[in-house]
């Protein structure tokens, strides 16, 4: 909450300043000065003013409020109460007054009092969360952001305040992921972030992907499966080629939207990610190379999915085709090829790494698409790409019904037992988090 106050006692202005920094969130600025106070007005948007009246700043009060009336509740500290209330000009429905010669306690108890009505109650007003991402994208903010503290929405950041990059490194630290907006103004905000979206610099998709990444793996530490040293090498892996894609022109804008906007695909894209650390750590002969093509195409493999139901999508059957409108359908089937074709002309992107992400919906029984290979036909990176994403699916699916990876992994290897390499895979998994269970 954003406070400016007016008060010609210095000791006054820090001890209240103090005592309303310990009841709520606020950034608070204060002046002794009153031409501050007409300056700061001018210049900055607050929630709340609070204003010391007196005989002798009632004509500054009358002019300040004819040219410059604040666009946010006021609060007046008068020792003259009867001569404020015959400024109409100052006092408003959007206004208060506080009689101080009861006394410096009195005064202090109503401007908690007024805070505590400033802040909206969820009754009031339907609000929807936005991601600290999407307030950062929509720049100079089109309507009043919040912040939940208890049952209550009190406003964090005012309607056209601009957010700047240590805003949003501090609003994400604090761990504040989800802010608020009044679900009225849902349509404005979003499209204002929307038409952000391709100004970012390189350092912004830096910036946004290290937020995705740290809330994604605060989620994932909570599961008694992963291991620390598995989790942080999977983070600085994925974050190092998030700092790759976002110098390349043709993949940046997928994963801008993939970041922004796609929880569940990123949350697939980095539990790939560990699970081929996982398989690293088991097996040396997979060797680093090889672990930095797979994590690739498991951050890239759904660039082109900006539709987190398609991305759900294991196989086309009859069923699921009979479910999709014709450009659904086009787009679930066309998306390793295109996407293959992209990477293999990025001078960023190994080219094996298009051969994993042209096969990644292929299944070794050779019911997959686009092209219904088999597992004879595949390279190795790409069966082991197809095992590990079978086995995330199905751990996510299985994610709010706490099957354990040690049920799953087990499950995935006897269904490949005695299959070459996939028997080896999956038994590397399976005793990975048979031990951890």
Partial sequence: MNIFIFHQSSEFLASLSEIIGFEIEAKI????????LELSLEIESFELVIIEHTRSNNSLIQTLFKKNKPKCFTLFVSSKPSLLKDNQTALSNESMLIDSTFG?????????????KIMIGPE????????????????????????????????????????????YFLNSNNNLYSLYIKEENKELFFQKSNQSSKQFTAKDI?????????????????????????????????????NNISHDGQLREGLIE??????????????????????????????????????????????????????????LDKKTIKE???????????????????????????????????????RFDGSGFPKRISWSEMNKLSRIFILT????????????????????TQKLY????????????????????????
């Fill in 104 to 116: 410096p306690q009195f005064v202090i108890e109503s401007i908690l009092d007024c805070l505590k």
């Fill in 124 to 167: 009031a007003q339907s609000f929807i969360p936005v991601s600290v991402t999407r307030l950062y994208l929509a720049n100079e903010l089109p309507c009043a952001v919040y912040y939940k503290n208890g049952d209550n929405y009190s406003i964090y950041l005012s309607k056209e305040e601009k957010i700047s990059l240590e805003d």
């Fill in 324 to 362: 999709l409108k014709p450009e659904e359908v086009t787009k679930v089937l066309s998306h390793p090829t295109k996407l293959a074709s992209i990477i293999a002309e990025s001078e960023i992107v190994s080219k094996d790494v298009s051969i994993i992400i042209r096969t990644h919906h292929e």
């Fill in 389 to 408: 994403h079978e086995m995330v699916d199905e751990f996510i699916n299985k994610m709010n019904q706490q099957e354990t990876l040690e049920a799953i």
């Fill in 258 to 315: 993939s970041l922004l906007n796609l929880n569940y695909i990123n949350m697939h894209s980095t539990l790939l990610v560990i699970f081929m650390t996982i398989l690293f750590q088991k097996d040396e002969s997979l060797g680093q190379e090889n672990l930095e093509k797979l994590s690739y195409a498991a951050i890239l493999h759904d660039l082109l999915i900006n539709d987190e139901d398609l991305a759900k999508i294991d196989k």
């Fill in 29 to 36: 600025q204060t002046s002794t000065y009153f031409n501050e």
């Fill in 206 to 242: 830096t910036l946004i992907g290290q937020i995705s990444l740290k809330k994604t793996m605060e989620t994932l530490s909570r599961r008694k499966e992963f291991d620390a040293k598995s989790l942080k090498m999977a983070k600085e892996i994925s974050q190092s080629i998030i």
């Fill in 414 to 437: 006897h269904k490949y037992e005695g299959i070459g390499d996939l028997e080896r895979t999956s038994s590397l998994y399976k005793d990975y988090f048979k031990r951890t269970s």
